[in-house]
């Protein structure tokens, strides 16, 4: 919640609209999320895959290397990215909303 929370704030001081900030900072934590995890996520489903054998390190300078550099650990990370903003906003400002009843 490093993030979440003054993004949070400074989205709700700008548009006093406590859904949208929710919802956007949610979605916007999610997406810086799966852009930092995702070299190492490729990386997990070629090994889970069978193309990878080596280890983790040895993967990276793999896909590095065979598939074009930087491009090749964010080969789909529009579809990546769009999945992680919805399901981060909404659990996100669910998760929040919940934890005040409670």
Request: with cysteine; aromatic share 16%; net charge positive.
């Amino acid at each position: 919640m490093m993030v979440y929370d003054p993004l949070k704030i400074y989205l709700h001081s700008l548009s006093n609209s406590e859904l949208f900030a929710g919802l956007f900072a949610g979605g916007t934590v999610g997406v810086i999320s799966w852009t930092l995890a995702c070299p190492v996520d490729i990386c997990k489903s070629k090994q889970q895959a069978g193309y990878a054998n080596t280890n983790l390190y040895q993967c990276l300078k793999d896909v590095y290397r065979i598939e074009n550099g930087i491009h090749g650990f964010y080969c789909g990370w529009t579809a990546i990215a769009t999945r992680a903003f919805l399901f981060n906003a909404i659990s996100l400002f669910i998760w929040e909303r919940a934890r005040r009843w409670f």
